[in-house]
């Protein structure tokens, strides 16, 4: 049964249909943008067009004429460079612009990704050991280092450098680099704070063209940049929604040949491209490398140099894509089952499961959904022997809207021996002897945060309308608040009294649901998506007030309106 509350904002109509007829604009679409707080002529106008010019000065960013002088004088002697990458998709397309830009620059570089099932997220001292004591003089982080204190002064006291390039939140203490490059510095006076890692190569790119009179050479890279942008889950506003528009324009004729390969295995069905398909068909191919422990399988796909190499990998890398759905779906039921065993861990207000039996590289996808099933905060951890013989227990956390869990880890610093992330999303590790202290504090912490029933799922709808406003050409000019993503999301909707004319089952297991709805003399179909267990639910001839997406289905060159269901409740 439903137990979700729903929110939508309720708008002045009449101010809405004036400046909808002022600025030509459709009226749904005016009415969603106002509900967003797009209120004025100026603020509708920046979101619909202004965007497409945004450029900000990339040396507005801390260090970066450093950086810059840094890498020049590096190539100019000759020195040897290494890229270090994370192994996430952000991490591998910022890896993968960065060493491909350099090498035209005629730079000697390698690159380094570390292996997510034996190092773990960031710097090592046994990889910077491995990277030094192969000649490399300069090392850039691509999205990791920031909080690399140690192992920048290791590497200043064996003589190299590094630049930090990075986009997660930083601590008190900076490293010592040659060169920060990190718009989330607090002193760092760049506008626009929501780059992926990828975004800052951009930048960075972008900054050695302007030295080496390049012109905008950088832009080859743009549908790698939207990829790991996508991927990373930032906002898709400001510079990112410019990124992500160029990226999703270009990638059906790229000319990387490593992702025309990659669209082609997983685009059969030539559906149009969105930001949806980056993030959805995409990133989780590029992931998947990482997860399962060879990140080096999709870089060397990105930086593919002939069709027949970027075949062979596009389909090694949607093997491994497969293996890794099923070692998830392993791993969700070993957590539920362990979950099912112990009620005490579904009774704290943080689900904290640590297991031998997990696996590293997908233990952050599970835990995101144990979260939205159970709608609290979740940290999945792997347990392992550490160098010292000590058994410590690694993994993610994913939070749910309301609780910030980078912020709640931050205060459990000291029964911590790593950790870093966002808001919603982020890496720990723990000594296994401290998982109940750290346990009870993360429990005791979340208990005191006074907003309500923060364990209620509450879904936001933009705005009520009726099925009259369910039309062809107002689902089309919804597209123009594409691309959509974090902060920008697909516009949903809430409708009353909708009558269940009929209903059908979807697929050969069932899991999804049709529903067609009646209203006012009109009918319109309903997809609902793993819905399937809640058929007993729906009944015919009942009303239902809904809440969903909207779509334009065309069937055989027939276009028709049609409902993406997230919830139905009488």
């Known amino acids: 049964m439903n137990n979700s509350n729903w929110i939508y904002n309720k708008i002045d109509e009449y101010i809405v249909g004036e400046l909808a007829r002022k600025l030509s604009v459709n009226t749904l679409l005016m009415k969603v943008l106002f509900a967003?707080?797009?209120?004025?002529?100026?603020?509708?106008?920046?979101?619909?067009?202004?965007?497409?010019?945004?450029?900000?000065?990339?040396?507005?960013?801390?260090?970066?004429?450093?950086?810059?002088?840094?890498?020049?004088?590096?190539?100019?002697?000759?020195?040897?460079?290494?890229?270090?990458?994370?192994?996430?998709?952000?991490?591998?397309?910022?890896?993968?612009?960065?060493?491909?830009?350099?090498?035209?620059?005629?730079?000697?570089?390698?690159?380094?990704?570390?292996?997510?099932?034996?190092?773990?997220?960031?710097?090592?001292?046994?990889?910077?050991?491995?990277?030094?004591?192969?000649?490399?003089?300069?090392?850039?982080?691509?999205?990791?280092?920031?909080?690399?204190?140690?192992?920048?002064?290791?590497?200043?006291?064996?003589?190299?450098?590094?630049?930090?390039?990075?986009?997660?939140?930083?601590?008190?203490?900076?490293?010592?680099?040659?060169?920060?490059?990190?718009?989330?510095?607090?002193?760092?006076?760049?506008?626009?704070?929501?780059?992926?890692?990828?975004?800052?190569?951009?930048?960075?790119?972008?900054?050695?063209?302007?030295?080496?009179?390049?012109g905008n050479i950088y832009n080859k890279y743009i549908e790698l940049v939207t990829?790991?942008?996508?991927?990373?889950?930032?906002?898709?506003?400001?510079e990112n929604k410019k990124i992500v528009s160029m990226g999703i324009d270009k990638i059906s004729n790229t000319n990387n040949l490593g992702l025309k390969a990659l669209v082609e295995i997983s685009n059969t069905n030539k559906y149009r491209i969105t930001s949806q398909y980056f993030s959805y068909s995409l990133s989780p191919r590029i992931n998947a490398a990482g997860r399962m422990g060879n990140a080096n399988l999709a870089i060397e796909l990105i930086m593919a140099d002939n069709k027949q190499q970027a075949d062979r990998l596009a389909l090694l890398l949607e093997n491994t894509n497969k293996k890794r759905q099923e070692v998830e779906a392993d791993n969700l039921n070993r957590v539920l089952n362990i979950i099912k065993e112990n009620q005490e861990i579904a009774n704290k207000k943080i689900i904290i499961v640590s297991s031998s039996e997990l696996h590293i590289g997908v233990v952050g996808i599970v835990a995101a959904k144990i979260s939205e099933k159970y709608n609290k905060p979740c940290i999945l951890l792997v347990e392992e022997n550490n160098k010292e013989g000590r058994i410590i227990a690694k993994g993610s956390a994913r939070s749910?809207?309301?609780?910030?869990?980078?912020?709640?880890?931050?205060?459990?610093?000291?029964?911590?021996?790593?950790?870093?992330?966002?808001?919603?999303?982020?890496?720990?590790?723990?000594?296994?002897?401290k998982l109940d202290q750290l346990t009870i504090k993360l429990d005791e912490l979340i208990g005191k945060m006074d907003e309500g029933n923060i364990f209620q799922k509450t879904i936001k709808a933009d705005i009520m309308i009726d099925i009259d406003e369910i039309t062809e050409d107002n689902i089309r000019s919804l597209e123009m608040m594409e691309p959509f993503g974090n902060d920008n999301e697909i516009p949903v909707f809430v409708s009353k009294d909708f009558i269940l004319k009929n209903i059908r089952v979807l697929g050969t297991d069932g899991k999804h649901l049709k529903f067609t709805f009646f209203k006012n003399g009109r009918v319109i179909d309903a997809v609902a998506f793993n819905m399937g267990h809640r058929k007993n639910e729906a009944i015919l001839g009942n009303s239902y007030n809904i809440i969903y997406n909207l779509e334009n289905?065309?069937?055989?060159?027939?276009?028709?309106?049609?409902?993406?269901?997230?919830d139905f409740t009488v």
């Open 553 to 566: 289905n065309e069937w055989r060159n027939v276009v028709t309106p049609q409902m993406k269901l997230i």
């Open 36 to 214: 967003r707080g797009y209120c004025t002529e100026e603020e509708i106008k920046g979101f619909l067009t202004m965007w497409k010019t945004q450029q900000n000065d990339t040396f507005l960013m801390k260090d970066m004429e450093k950086c810059v002088f840094k890498i020049k004088e590096t190539i100019r002697r000759k020195d040897k460079i290494t890229v270090y990458g994370d192994y996430d998709c952000d991490g591998i397309t910022a890896t993968a612009v960065l060493v491909d830009f350099l090498r035209n620059l005629g730079a000697d570089v390698d690159y380094y990704i570390p292996d997510r099932i034996k190092e773990g997220y960031g710097l090592s001292f046994q990889a910077l050991d491995k990277i030094l004591n192969n000649g490399t003089n300069l090392i850039i982080t691509v999205d990791c280092g920031i909080t690399a204190i140690e192992e920048t002064k290791y590497i200043n006291g064996r003589g190299a450098s590094i630049i930090v390039t990075d986009h997660h939140k930083c601590q008190k203490e900076i490293p010592d680099a040659a060169a920060v490059i990190n718009p989330q510095q607090q002193d760092c006076y760049y506008p626009f704070k929501k780059l992926a890692g990828v975004g800052v190569v951009y930048k960075l790119i972008q900054a050695l063209c302007e030295e080496y009179d390049l």
């Open 400 to 433: 749910i809207e309301g609780v910030n869990i980078y912020e709640l880890l931050s205060k459990c610093s000291e029964l911590l021996s790593e950790f870093g992330g966002h808001t919603q999303a982020a890496g720990i590790t723990v000594e296994l002897d």
């Open 227 to 238: 990829l790991g942008t996508v991927a990373d889950v930032v906002s898709i506003t400001g």
